[in-house]
């Protein structure tokens, strides 16, 4: 069933039989080809029944931030599955619960008096603290620290521990044969390159011989095969990845042509599986690189560092930074990390329930119906996750006054410019006007955001599309059409 909403000011316009003084919001005039808002609802309706959503549901609302009047509203409290807009309910609580310049730090331990005249007696931790972005630059960063300290040998090995998170792993709900790929990562304590490896090919001196396989940043970890075979100069290059789950064996198979340039498209990504003994690998790595000798390979583990000192540190970026790195790619692993961190920031250990709780919590403080969210992840790659369009809409509009409403705002992509909309809306009202969240799973789309009417009116929207059997470009046509029409809404001639 359809609710419609319209500004209570139509209902007094009529009764007092008034039109100049509203005549661009009420009804087309002389000067203004703009639809009334009672056209406005017959817009949004007519998009909602294109065929491609046929046999879906759909839960729309539409509000006016400036008078808080409800424009459109269907289906607003049915629980709904919200793909990538519940990074949205991750951000804000991130935003509120740790603040804009909240960092993530990670760090190297060493025993109490274990470094004498520049030999580290024992083994190093590599202690992570949750950072969802640690790269190669700040595992360089580290090992360059620990040079200047005059560290020049190990005599035990590096040790990763992701322990702040407990046990590493993925989300409830997550598909299994999604493992292999870079959004559906393991979450831990202790993440390097988004714990993805890029495997690069290198053809072979023959059409039909076996290519090289070249990992980044590093052959040392894991065991990689190549299938891969020399095709003949000009052909299209083709990898596809396979890693056994559970294990970080990695099949590669494929055709890389002959005479290829270094650096061109002929890579693949994988995840690892264990993203703790991945970056102890890289850190080993790096130490050697600046000339400080390693005696024992990595391996990863919790250890206590209770009485150790610390000989480096890598702070990340502020929260302010991370949640556009986290909203605009709609990145998985940092969504996760962030959700597990509200609950260390509080003393509490790192797991899905406690930062759950707390997020939670937080969410009916601000008027959330706690029966309308469902929350089993951080990221929305679980299908056990569920919103109402009513509790996002609460949320988007506590954001939009909050203190730290612009980093929000600018963290969200914005329409026709940059992140997961930078090729939706183009050439339109609502390109560099939309910022939204973008949200796809199998049959889910979701977009949920802000817009300014022409008149400059701030509005909030909330789009929720389940069960649908189009492809997704379907959906999003249709969320397209609806944020156009409130964009242009009150143009004139």
């Not at 139509?10 to 009334?36: E, I, M, R, Y």
């Amino acid at each position: 069933m359809v609710t419609r909403s319209v500004r209570l000011f139509v209902v007094a316009l009529f009764a007092l039989g008034a039109s100049a003084a509203f005549a661009h919001q009420t009804g087309p005039t002389a000067t203004d080809t703009s639809p009334s808002p009672t056209a406005l609802v017959r817009d949004i309706d007519s998009a909602l029944t294109d065929p491609e959503l046929r046999g879906g549901i759909q839960a729309v609302l539409v509000e006016s931030l400036a008078t808080g009047e409800t424009w459109y509203e269907r289906s607003p409290d049915i629980l709904m599955l919200p793909a990538s807009n519940q990074k949205l309910l991750t951000s804000a609580a991130a935003l509120h619960l740790l603040g804009p310049d909240h960092r993530f730090e990670t760090r190297v331990y060493s025993r109490a008096g274990a470094l004498s005249k520049g030999r580290v007696h024992g083994d190093i931790v590599l202690k992570g603290g949750g950072d969802p972005f640690l790269d190669d630059e700040g595992i360089a960063s580290l090992a360059r620290q620990m040079r200047a300290k005059g560290v020049r040998s190990i005599d035990g090995g590096v040790i990763g521990d992701p322990s702040v998170f407990g046990e590493q792993g993925y989300g409830d709900g997550w598909a299994w044969d999604d493992m292999t790929y870079y959004y559906s990562v393991p979450v831990s304590g202790l993440n390097h390159r988004s714990n993805v490896m890029r495997l690069r090919a290198i053809p072979g001196k023959a059409v039909g011989a076996r290519a090289d396989v070249v990992v980044e940043p590093t052959n040392l970890y894991g065991t990689v095969v190549s299938l891969v075979r020399t095709a003949a100069k000009g052909v299209t290059p083709r990898l596809s990845v396979e890693r056994r789950l559970g294990a970080d064996h990695v099949v590669v198979r494929g055709h890389v042509p002959m005479g290829i340039p270094i650096g061109t498209s002929a890579t693949v990504t994988v995840s690892v599986e264990n993203p703790a003994l991945y970056a102890a690998t890289r850190l080993t790595q790096a130490l050697r690189e600046v000339g400080i000798t390693v005696a024992r390979d990595p391996r990863a583990g919790a250890a206590s560092t209770r009485r150790w000192k610390a000989l480096a540190e890598h702070r990340g970026e502020t929260l302010t930074k991370v949640l556009a790195r986290l909203n605009k790619p709609s990145d998985n692993l940092a969504a996760e990390c962030l959700l597990r961190t509200l609950a260390t920031a509080r003393g509490k250990p790192g797991t899905v329930q406690n930062g759950r709780d707390e997020a939670l919590a937080w969410y009916q403080s601000i008027g959330m119906q706690r029966r309308g969210i469902i929350m089993m992840d951080g990221s929305g790659l679980s299908r056990q996750n569920f919103v109402s369009a009513r509790n996002l809409a609460i949320l988007l509009r506590h954001m939009h006054r909050h203190p730290s409403a612009a980093a929000f705002r600018d963290s969200l992509p914005v329409a026709g410019v940059d992140g997961t909309l930078r090729n939706r809306m183009k050439d339109t009202p609502a390109a560099a006007n939309c910022r939204a969240k973008t949200g796809y799973v199998s049959n889910v789309s979701s977009l949920s955001g802000y817009v300014s009417t022409a008149a400059g009116e701030p509005l909030m929207f909330v789009m929720l599309m389940n069960n649908h059997p189009c492809r997704n470009a379907g959906a999003t046509a249709v969320q397209d059409r609806i944020v156009k029409a409130l964009a242009a809404y009150g143009k004139p001639q």
